[in-house]
């Protein structure tokens, strides 16, 4: 099928240094050019006389730069979690035979830019499915979609779609247990996040590999330290909840009520209906979901193929920003991810989610 993305077993009994080496060799020319990017980006060039302002791309690039130099620092001499990390890292910088820092700094994107609509709906079995698109402003990572199979014991852990080269998660099922989804949340005044922070998709890998539950889950993805604020739609086998961060703390949760069909996550929180807050289209978004989700709500229950309709349909779906979209569920133990629609919709349309940044 068209979109396909191509499957990696992951060994976390393996060394550190080797869990991610396949990929590394596979992806090495790709993973070059992006680190050859990412160098170029970031460093400043001017014109004769003047200073050029500087691109959103160019912005992000040295943000994630100056942080990959910071959490190298706060990981060397680590142990635990942190220490397999940095080992993993350099493990996939000789593999690829890419700059350390450049590496790192994929790592980092997330907390830079990344729009996101996700949606935990209930189906005809009354289990619960959570569908996702991710858009990011990085399109060059589109190349590097993966899915991995994690395992550990010789059992399967869980199941994720991520990038080459990205060693974090922000889709991710453990089957039978739960799934879970990240969005990206605009940083306000308040956000405050502490030094030793993990980035995002990181801190959603950890919670992930350590908490077999949902309920302990939801518990350690709502209080672990994070660099950035963000939006969390988790399902299980039982039910759905909506986290809300920012910084240090959790701000809102929102569960799926036993009358409810569904929960909807955008870029904003879903409390708030100002338009003067909505930099990336996010209400927009949520309201052509509960547009799309009229019929099911009539019949109780959604079917797969209209959560596809939902993930396709412009503007979730922008053809050269979505990255990828996927319809998982823990219930049922099914997890699929795809990089484009199978047929191309006819109102499909090259655009950037509107934001202010």
């Known amino acids: 099928m068209d979109g396909e993305i191509p499957v990696f077993d992951v060994d976390l009994d393996e060394d550190p240094f080797v869990r991610w080496q396949e990929i590394a060799r596979a992806y090495a020319p790709m993973l070059q050019k992006l680190a050859d990017l990412q160098v170029a980006l970031e460093t400043p060039r001017a014109k004769k006389g003047r200073r050029r302002k500087a691109t959103l791309e160019q912005r992000v690039a040295r943000f994630a ?18 220490g397999e990390v940095l ?3 350099k493990g996939l910088a000789e593999a ?12 980092l994107q997330y907390e830079a830019y990344c729009a996101c609509t996700a949606v935990a709906a209930r189906v005809e079995d009354g289990s619960i499915a959570l569908a996702r698109t991710l858009d990011w402003e990085f399109p060059q990572l589109k190349a590097l979609n993966i899915d991995v199979r994690v395992f550990r014991g010789r059992q399967l852990l869980y199941v994720a779609t991520t990038w080459a080269g990205y060693i974090g998660i922000l889709t ?13 949340r605009e940083p306000s005044e308040t956000s405050e996040v502490k030094v030793d922070a993990l980035p995002v998709g990181l801190a959603l890998r950890s919670v992930l590999e350590r908490n077999e539950n949902y309920a302990d889950f939801l518990k350690d993805i709502a209080s672990i330290p994070v660099m950035a604020p963000f939006y969390c739609l988790v399902a299980s086998t039982s039910g759905a909840a909506q986290i809300t961060r920012d910084g240090l703390t959790e701000i809102k949760r929102r569960v799926l009520a036993e009358d409810q069909l569904y929960l909807v996550q955008a870029n904003m929180d879903h409390w708030d209906n100002d338009m003067a807050n909505d930099n990336q289209q996010s209400l927009e ?12 709500l009539t019949r109780g229950y959604v079917e797969e193929d209209e959560l596809w309709s939902i993930l396709w349909k412009h503007p979730i779906y922008e053809k050269g920003i979505t990255l990828y979209s996927t319809v998982m569920n823990p219930s049922q133990g099914t997890f699929k991810s795809l990089s484009d629609p199978p047929d191309a919709p006819a109102d499909d349309r090259r655009g950037r989610k509107k934001s202010r940044k």
């Open 65 to 82: 730069a100056k942080e990959a130099l910071q959490l190298l620092e706060r990981l060397e001499g680590a142990g635990g979690f942190m």
């Open 285 to 296: 978004r949520c309201k052509l979901v509960e547009e799309m989700l009229q019929l099911p």
């Open 172 to 184: 991710a099922q453990r089957p039978e247990r739960y799934a879970a989804a990240v969005n990206f």
């Open 87 to 89: 080992a993993e890292l």
């Open 96 to 107: 690829a035979q890419v700059p350390l820092q450049a590496l790192c700094s994929l790592s």
